[in-house]
C-alpha cells in the first residue's frame, strides 16, 4: 500500500469523524441478506419491478466503485454474494451523495432503497439511505499475481478469501466434508468425544512430539501426536464407538503433504478388525465424495480418480516387490544397508525407517486410483495386531488415493503383554537413533490389562481428503492458516 493512498484513507476518516458520522457505529439495522434478495428477485423484469417496486435494505463490503458524473454505481458483497447498488444524484441529498462518492474499496455499507434493472439487465437497489458500518483503512489487492503471491496468500488468508474465489469454494467444501464426515459417524452410533492435548506420555504414531511445560504442576507435556491411546482407554472402559474430529501436532518437515499441525478424524469400534475399518473408511470417502462432486469420479493432479467399484487389497511386500523389480524382499533377512545404497536413499538409522522410506519414495506416487496397501511389518507398527498367517506382518492397511496416504487402519493389539513387548523393542530402536520410536506407556498397558475388547481402529487425514477431493497441489491450501517460516521484515 502507498503512503499516500494510506494518508488519503485517514484523511477521509478524520473528515467523516469531524462531521459527526462515527466510522465504526456498534449497530446494524434492518437488512435482507444479498443471497436470499437475489434468490426472490433476480427473475424479476425490469417492467415488474416499476410496477410493484422493492423495498429492500442490504449490508455488506464495497468491492468496487465506479462513477459517471450524476450516477454512482457501487458492488456490495455479501457473504461472497454480489449486488450491485446505484446512486443517483438527483433523488439524494447532497451529504449522502457525496458520502457514496468518498467510498473506498473495501468498506463497509447498508443502504435502503428500491430495486430496479439497468439497460444491461442487471439487478440493482437504488439507495435512498446509506450508511457506513466500518471504514477500511487498506485497500483490498485487485488480483493475486503467480507464484509470487503464492506467501502472502497464505501469511494474509483474510485478503485470499475476500479476492480468490477458489479459496473461499475449497474452504466452503472442508466444511461440508467435516460435516458430512460427523453425519456419516453418527449415522452409525459413533460418539463423538473430547481427549487431551497436552499429554505426559504421546503416542499412537511414529512421530517427533512438541514439548512444553506445565509451570503450576512443574510438568514437562507433549502436544498430541495422535489420539489413539485416549480414544482405546474409552472402548476398555464400555464406550464401544467413539470418535475424534481435532488437531494433533507433529515435530516433522513441511511439505506438500505435510505441516506441523494437521487435522485428523480417529475411529475406533468395538468387535471389529481391520477389515470392518476398510469396509467404514471405503462407505466413508464414497459418501463425502457425493456430497462434494456429486459423483464418483473427478480431477486430481492430471488424472480422473474414480472411486467406484472394489478398491483392491495389496499387501506391502508384494508391493514393494514389484517396484523394485522383485530385488527388494521386505521379509528377507538380507542386508538392507546394501539395498539402501543400491536405492540411492538417505540413509536411515533403523531397518523399519528404510522399509518406509522405500515405500513412500517408490511405490506410494503410482498409487492414483484408491487401494489399500495391507499386511505391514510389525516393526512399523507397534500397536497393530499380529496377522495370523504370519507373526512377522500386523493386521494393518494404509488407503491411498491420488499419490498420498489419506488413511490408516488396524485390528488393534489388545494383548496387554505381547504389547509391553512391543513398546520395549521400541525403546531399542529408539536407542538405536530412531526419534520417532514410541515411548513406553505404563498407563496405557494398564488399562489394557483391565481388558480391551476386540477392537477395530481408523485415523482420517482431513486435510489431505480435502486435497484430494478439491484437486490442491498441497495442504496449505487447504489449510486457512498454514504454518509459515517468520515474516521477514
Not at 204 to 228: C, K, M, V, W, Y
Not at 345 to 350: A, G, M, Q, W
Not at 450 to 459: I, K
Not at 460 to 485: C, K, N, Q, W, Y
Request: aromatic share 8%; charged share 30%; proline share 6%.
Amino acid at each position: 500500500m502507498s503512503e499516500y493512498e494510506r494518508d488519503a484513507r485517514r484523511e477521509r476518516l478524520g473528515a467523516l469523524r469531524e462531521s459527526g458520522i462515527e466510522p465504526y457505529p456498534a449497530r446494524v439495522g434492518p437488512r435482507t441478506p444479498v443471497a436470499e434478495l437475489r434468490a426472490e428477485h433476480d427473475a424479476r423484469e425490469a417492467e415488474a419491478l416499476e410496477k410493484e417496486p422493492v423495498e429492500a435494505a442490504v449490508a455488506g463490503r464495497v468491492m468496487a466503485h465506479r462513477s459517471f458524473g450524476k450516477l454512482l454505481f457501487v458492488d456490495v458483497v455479501d457473504d461472497g454474494h454480489a449486488l450491485q447498488v446505484s446512486g443517483r444524484k438527483q433523488q439524494l441529498d447532497p451529504e449522502t451523495f457525496a458520502r457514496m462518492r468518498e467510498l473506498d474499496i473495501g468498506d463497509f455499507v447498508r443502504v435502503e432503497g428500491v430495486l430496479w434493472r439497468t439497460r444491461s439487465g442487471e439487478l440493482t437497489l437504488d439507495t435512498r439511505r446509506l450508511e457506513l458500518l466500518g471504514k477500511a483503512l487498506r485497500p483490498l489487492p485487485e488480483k493475486w499475481h503467480g507464484l509470487s503471491d503464492v506467501e502472502t496468500r497464505f501469511r494474509q488468508r483474510y485478503l485470499d478469501l475476500l479476492v480468490n474465489e477458489d479459496a473461499r469454494r475449497i474452504a466452503v467444501v472442508r466444511s461440508r466434508v467435516v460435516s458430512r464426515m460427523r453425519r456419516f459417524l453418527e449415522s452409525r452410533d459413533f460418539l463423538e468425544v473430547e481427549t487431551p492435548i497436552l499429554q505426559p506420555i504421546y503416542g499412537g504414531a511414529a512421530a517427533r512430539p512438541f514439548q512444553t511445560h506445565h509451570n503450576a504442576l512443574d510438568q514437562d507435556l507433549f502436544l498430541r501426536i495422535s489420539d489413539e491411546l485416549y480414544l482405546k482407554r474409552l472402548v476398555v472402559g464400555g464406550l464401544n464407538r467413539v470418535y475424534e474430529i481435532g488437531r494433533n501436532f507433529r515435530n516433522e518437515g513441511i511439505s506438500r503433504k505435510h505441516n506441523p499441525e494437521f487435522t485428523a478424524m480417529e475411529c475406533y469400534q468395538a468387535w471389529a478388525d481391520y477389515t470392518d475399518m476398510m469396509e467404514l473408511v471405503q462407505a466413508l470417502v464414497v459418501e463425502v465424495a457425493h456430497e462434494v462432486h456429486g459423483g464418483l469420479r473427478f480431477s486430481c493432479r492430471g488424472h480422473e480418480v474414480d472411486l467406484s467399484g472394489d478398491w483392491p487389497r495389496i499387501p506391502m511386500r508384494d508391493a514393494i516387490l514389484e517396484a523394485t523389480d522383485g530385488t527388494l524382499d521386505i521379509l528377507a533377512d538380507d542386508d538392507w544397508k546394501a539395498h539402501e545404497r543400491r536405492l540411492g536413499l538417505d540413509p536411515k538409522p533403523t531397518w523399519a525407517q528404510f522399509v518406509d522410506e522405500v515405500f513412500s519414495e517408490r511405490v506410494e506416487p503410482t498409487l492414483v486410483q484408491p487401494c489399500f496397501i495391507t499386511q505391514y511389518p510389525k516393526a512399523l507398527t507397534p500397536l497393530a495386531k499380529s496377522a495370523p498367517e504370519d507373526e512377522r506382518l500386523v493386521e494393518r492397511f494404509e488407503l491411498f488415493v491420488g499419490g498420498m496416504e489419506v488413511a490408516n487402519a488396524f485390528s488393534e493389539l489388545n494383548d496387554p503383554d505381547e504389547q509391553r513387548r512391543r513398546f520395549e523393542e521400541q525403546g531399542r530402536a529408539a536407542a538405536e537413533g530412531d526419534d520417532e520410536a514410541h515411548p513406553m506407556d505404563e498407563d496405557y498397558l494398564r488399562a489394557l490389562e483391565h481388558g480391551l475388547p476386540p477392537t477395530g481402529g481408523l485415523g482420517v487425514g482431513i486435510d489431505r481428503l480435502v486435497m484430494l477431493l478439491v484437486d490442491a497441489p498441497s495442504l496449505r491450501e487447504v489449510i486457512l492458516f498454514p504454518h509459515l517460516r517468520p515474516e521477514q521484515s
